[in-house]
């Protein structure tokens, strides 16, 4: 199996390669497509492309009709139209075509056929029942490629009603010899299951088998079904647990086969969907949750890398672990990881950290406690998202102590950010639900300021779906309050209540009877301890709200209470007065207090209208008409919203600056763009072709630049190795070439742009791990060359790059000039030069005046791999400045040396440490050696590994990571030959060593 | 609120919403919708998207839960997130449901750009243009009814291969 994988993976670059080539550059001259393409990318205006569209859909759309058309072009029209419909324009006459190249091209064009159908329809279009029973005949076609293609179009996108149709051909596929067949089977099943649950009922059985089967991408694609089935009914498949729990040991012990792994985590994806399957399983049911512990354990524990993919898997592991019956352990260590991500420096990170703790903390509040500087933080954070899961949190932890704090926080949010609306929705509903609880509390200490901000949020707004669900969730809930104890509720709580009541009681009229909030208003007038100026908010609320009869009544029950029966507070007798008046008179009513006009307040407006002549004088004047806050806002959407327009600068910018052959063009992806904004994984990168410019001051100080020499005249200065003090302060050059940099800064320099990006890889990390590479990069500079050949003066450029291991150093050597670029001229200068260093000191070196720099690279954590870049200059005589760029990978295996230990220390040392990783390796099997030492051999070759002992099927390997001469972290391996494959144990004292260590060992037996 | 949970239900549970591959000029490169949605509201939402993710920096979190007003009137969107990253120019954005694992999904997008930059060889955004009807492809074999379907890079290039042989 894992041959064949090779065998494709070493014949894949050369075949994508030719044919990418051959891609961009077949079409871009010549074909429709790729001349309407550049014609579109060469347009500046949105309407200019417009044109071109309609122009391009119409002669697509003549093409389509004419009876002359192959199945062949209308395969190259149908790409073109799928360009088109892409772009937003519709296609519609082509659908029907999409149809037809379905039905009656050739696989090619049958393909193509499909995918337009997929990307112009929906599920719901009449035009797909044209497409039964292609489907159909492809279903049972022999080309697998069919059969392929005709499943995946059924999981996009069938006919609901015509799933039985098509469901026993495809129910046969589960039982396929092709693992691929029966996994897209299966999936198509999931598809049928999520949008006609009912036709698939009788074919639970065959899901099971697909659980079971001894692929395990189709056990994968199974899970997709179990996940939804449980999370409707987890009753029903308790009994899966079992294997639900084994599958995930499995996975987690590194049993499935490599192909599964991404950057070296086992099956990441299948991890997470079995551990969100575990929770539904486990969700209050204690007996089953007990049988996933250990393995929940194993999870956490496993997945200690450092890497996005591994912090995915461990989020997830926390939340099943909150999620089914707590187990106190395991609760300390998911709060531990939480605490992790709360404090990672990375934004991601942090985000689900909070979002995490925003759960915890309604089982146990005390774990935000740790956190609270962080959290706090977090509320100023640029990331409006930041913020808003901040304040989630913060509303979780509030309690009657912090409340006025975190209020004020809220409130101090709001006021900055009044303007958006999600943020308003939320901070709305937080402080609403605050205040409810918080009120009842500390409402009579609270200043008045808090519960107006809170009536002002409520009021603003415009009248959309949002902010009325938010009135209505408050009138509600306070409807609720007063059907209870009122007794306890604070005076200023109980105003708030009354104005809400007042104002948006209409919201629930449909229903409630409309007595019920007077009523209710009523009794609280009655109560003792309701104070005279809560009273007078009551009897404000009555009189907006005694419209209905019923309430007519009511109000006037209360008003000749207060009128008649001697109450001598002149302000109530004047409400009640007021209300009197206007719930008998409704035209007045209406008047004063309009229904509509409930969102605003007259007098602001009467209040601006006496200014009318003073802005007026004021625009004549010049000045700027007033904007509102919101508007403002709106008018500051509208200019983001602008650069909507597809001809921004950026487009036509990125693409003058390449031509569309030129694959390495600025518009190069880089696979590790740091804008991301995820830096975990460049040093997981291999195919890192992007120079890292930035970021070298913070590794690269003046430590890193040791040493200089440069001298002139045909015999080298010899050169040693020396430690780095007594190198440094060397002669300068004697003679040099006009270069106006003094040579000390220029070399500084080049130093520095030399090692520019080595350190970016790593500089959120939090452990620093000085391992060194000593680097010698030799600068030599020539004159008095006589007999050189007259040839070209080539752009010196680095044709290779070496690294050796030498001793206790890593020595970098390379970057060469090219060889044949010289000049006679007495004063010329050569390229700089720089040959292999071997462990002697420059024997190469003839005739060239030589200078070394000397650098000690620091790489603060073992990663696989690290990127050495830079930019190296030069100046010709009576030339301009000139710089190469070159780069330069170092492994990991660079930095590893033989740790030679006895087996007694090994033990020793093995129980110590408290970093381990599990993984399955590829055995080596050779003629006239056993599998493990012919493995443990290659391993000890390519990796520099110290074979300490092989005893029967196991061996124990060494080896310490470099940090300096004689220093060193050490690594250890346990091997055992377990059936075919080789089960490694790997331990250090560093986190990230054995996850490095076992990539290069992967890779090292992949190659072998 | 009764009101959103019973939508969400009968809403199909798959997870991924849509792929969406933009440049900064907001430009469509890819947009699979695995949802029905019609014409217009794909257009809105390609915009709205467009102008949630490229606002945001470095500093910022790769995931935006926003509503989406596109779909205001089936209060929908307020369920779903967009997980997204940028690579050069381009940005890969997933929408999916805000109880879905955001990391796992950023990975899945990384998972994806590898596959294209082996299929490509150093995938550059031109690739995209000029192939886009060959990443489609892509998706679909690494993304399939709502769901990532293969994560196995090994596995899609294989197949990639395949269908490539057939050219």
Redesign the interface.
């Known amino acids: 199996m894992s041959d064949v994988v090779e065998k494709t993976l070493s014949a894949l670059p050369s075949l994508l390669s030719l044919d990418s080539q051959a891609g961009a550059g077949k079409l871009s001259p010549s074909s429709k497509l790729g001349n309407l393409i550049k014609g579109i990318t060469e347009l500046t205006s949105k309407h200019e492309e417009e044109t071109l569209i309609k122009k391009e859909l119409e002669s697509i759309k003549e093409q389509v009709a004419s009876p002359n058309t192959t199945m062949r072009q209308m395969k190259e029209i149908m790409v073109r139209a799928i360009y088109c419909e892409m772009l937003g324009y519709q296609a519609s006459f082509s659908y029907i075509h999409a149809i037809k190249l379905a039905q009656q091209g050739s696989v090619l064009e049958k393909r193509v056929g499909y995918l337009a159908v997929s990307l112009f329809l929906n599920e719901t279009d009449e035009f797909l029942l044209l497409l039964v029973n292609t489907v159909l005949k492809d279903l049972q076609s022999t080309n697998l490629i069919e059969v392929c293609m005709a499943l995946t179009v059924v999981s996009q996108m069938f006919p609901k009603d015509m799933i039985p149709a098509i469901l026993p051909v495809v129910e046969e596929k589960l039982t396929h010899p092709k693992e691929i067949i029966r996994r897209k089977a299966v999936l198509a099943l999931y598809k049928f299951y999520l949008i006609a649950p009912n036709q698939v009922q009788h074919i639970h059985s065959k899901f099971r088998k697909a659980l079971c089967d001894k692929d395990p991408g189709v056990m994968t694609a199974s899970l997709h079904i179990y996940l939804q089935l449980i999370k409707e009914n987890p009753e029903s498949y308790k009994d899966l647990t079992g294997s639900m729990v084994t599958i995930l040991r499995q996975v987690v012990g590194g049993k499935l086969p490599l192909d599964f792994n991404y950057h070296s985590v086992p099956a990441p994806w299948l991890q997470i969907q079995l551990l969100r399957i575990l929770a539904y399983l486990g969700k209050e049911d204690q007996g089953t949750s007990e049988m996933m512990y250990d393995v929940l354990e194993e999870s956490l524990r496993r997945a200690e890398m450092n890497h996005n993919i591994t912090y995915a898997i461990l989020f997830e592991c926390v939340k099943t672990i909150y999620t089914v019956h707590p187990k106190s352990q395991l609760l300390e260590k998911a709060a531990e990881c939480i605490g992790n991500f709360v404090l990672s420096p990375k934004i991601n990170l942090k985000y689900l950290g909070l979002k995490a703790l925003t759960y915890v903390v309604q089982q146990d509040a005390n774990l935000a406690l740790p956190h609270q500087m962080t959290i706090i933080e977090c509320l100023d954070h640029s990331d409006v998202i930041i913020k808003r899961e901040t304040l989630e949190l913060l509303f979780r932890i509030t309690n009657a102590q912090n409340v006025t704090v975190i209020v004020e926080k809220m409130l101090e949010f709001l006021r900055l950010t009044c303007d958006d609306y999600s943020t308003i929705d939320l901070v709305g509903k937080v402080a609403e639900l605050t205040m409810n609880s918080v009120f009842s509390l500390g409402g009579d200490v609270m200043q008045p300021d808090i519960p107006n901000n809170f009536l002002r949020l409520l009021a603003e707004g415009v009248d959309n779906v949002e902010d009325r669900q938010l009135r209505l969730f408050a009138v509600d809930s306070y409807v609720s309050l007063l059907q209870g104890e009122t007794a306890k509720l604070p005076q200023r709580f109980l105003q708030v209540i009354s104005w809400v009541l007042g104002e948006y009681s209409y919201l629930r009229e449909e229903e409630s009877d409309p007595g019920s909030v007077m009523r209710l208003l009523a009794r609280l007038l009655d109560q003792r301890h309701t104070s005279t100026e809560t009273r007078s908010w009551v009897l404000g609320a009555m009189t907006k709200l005694c419209s209905s009869p019923v309430s007519v009544a009511l109000a006037r029950d209360v008003c000749e209470r207060y009128l008649y029966s001697g109450s001598l507070n002149t302000v109530l007798r004047q409400k009640a007065q007021e209300l009197m008046i206007l719930s008998q008179d409704t035209k007045l009513r209406a008047r004063v207090l309009p229904a509509e006009g409930r969102l605003e307040s007259p007098e602001v407006d009467s209040s601006l209208s006496f200014l009318d002549g003073y802005v007026s004088d004021a625009l004549a004047a010049g000045a700027a008409p007033y904007k509102s806050p919101h508007q403002r806002q709106e008018d500051l959407v509208q200019e983001k919203a602008l650069s909507l327009e597809p001809y921004g600068l950026s487009l036509p910018v990125s693409l003058s600056s390449c031509s569309i052959t030129d694959r390495r063009s600025p518009t190069l992806l880089s696979m590790s763009s740091g804008l991301s904004g995820n830096s975990t994984e460049l040093s997981h990168q291999e195919g890192s072709t992007t120079l890292k410019l930035e970021g070298v001051k913070r590794v690269w100080g003046k430590d890193g630049y040791l040493a200089q020499q440069q001298s002139a005249g045909e015999t080298p200065t010899p050169l040693v190795e020396l430690p780095s003090p007594l190198l440094s302060p060397q002669s300068p050059p004697s003679q040099k070439p006009s270069s106006g940099l003094e040579p000390d800064q220029e070399k500084r320099q080049l130093a520095s742009s030399l090692f520019v990006g080595l350190g970016s890889h790593n500089s959120v990390c939090l452990v620093r791990l000085p391992s060194t590479v000593w680097l010698f990069i030799k600068n030599c500079q020539s004159a008095n060359q006589s007999n050189v050949v007259k040839s070209l003066f080539k752009p010196f450029y680095i044709n290779s790059c070496q690294s050796k291991n030498h001793g206790s150093f890593v020595k970098v050597s390379g970057i060469f000039a090219a060889r044949k670029s010289c000049q006679t001229d007495d004063s010329c200068c050569f390229p700089p030069q720089i040959s292999c260093i071997s462990g002697s000191p420059l024997k190469e070196v003839k005739g060239h005046s030589v200078s070394v720099c000397l650098h000690t690279v620091v790489m603060k954590r073992a990663s696989v791999q690290v990127e050495l870049a830079g930019l190296l200059s030069y100046q010709r005589p009576l030339g301009q400045p000139q710089a190469a760029q070159f780069s330069l990978s170092l492994s990991l295996k660079h930095f590893l040396r033989p740790l030679t230990v006895s087996t007694g220390d090994y033990g020793k040392m093995w129980l110590s440490f408290s970093h381990d990783l599990k993984q399955n390796l590829r055995l080596v099997t050779t003629e006239h050696q056993e599998p493990l030492t012919a493995t443990l051999d290659a391993l000890k070759g390519k990796l520099h590994l110290h074979v300490v002992d092989i005893i029967g099927s196991e061996g124990i390997v060494a080896c310490r990571l470099l940090q300096g001469p004689g220093q060193g972290q050490p690594c250890l391996l346990h091997c055992r030959v377990h059936a075919d494959s080789l089960a490694v144990w790997l331990r250090s004292p560093v986190p990230e060593l054995p996850d490095s260590l076992l990539y290069h060992c992967q890779k090292a037996l992949t190659e072998t | 609120?009764t009101f959103l949970t019973l939508h969400f239900l009968s809403s199909?549970?798959?997870q991924i919403r849509f792929i969406l591959i933009q440049?900064?000029?907001?430009?469509?490169r890819?947009?699979?919708w695995?949802m029905?949605f019609?014409?217009d509201e794909?257009?809105k939402l390609?915009?709205e998207v467009?102008?949630v993710v490229?606002?945001?920096?470095?500093?910022?979190?790769?995931?935006?839960?926003?509503?989406l007003y596109a779909c205001?009137s089936c209060?929908q969107f307020r369920n779903f997130k967009i997980i997204y990253?940028?690579?050069?120019?381009?940005y890969f954005c997933i929408c999916v449901d805000v109880t879905d694992?955001?990391?796992?999904y950023?990975?899945?997008i990384?998972?994806f750009?590898?596959v294209?930059?082996?299929?490509?060889?150093?995938?550059?955004?031109?690739?995209l243009?000029?192939?886009?009807?060959?990443v489609?492809?892509v998706v679909?074999e690494m993304f399939?009814?709502g769901?990532?379907?293969?994560?196995?890079?090994?596995?899609v290039?294989?197949?990639l291969?395949?269908?490539?042989s057939?050219?």
């Not at chain 2, 440049?23 to 469509?28: E, I, S």
């Not at chain 2, 294209?116 to 690739?127: G, S």
């Not at chain 2, 291969?161 to 490539?164: A, G, S, V």
């Open positions: 609120i199909p549970a798959i440049n900064r000029a907001g430009k469509t890819l947009a699979k695995y029905q019609d014409d794909k257009q390609i915009e467009h102008a490229t606002v945001r920096d470095a500093k910022h979190t790769n995931f935006v839960e926003v509503r205001l209060l990253r940028r690579y050069a120019g381009l694992n955001n990391l796992a950023l990975e899945g990384h998972n750009v590898e294209l930059n082996e299929y490509f060889h150093n995938v550059c955004e031109l690739d243009v000029f192939n886009f009807y060959k489609y492809t679909d399939l009814a769901e990532i379907r293969e994560t196995s890079q090994t596995k290039l294989k197949q291969l395949m269908l490539q057939l050219e």
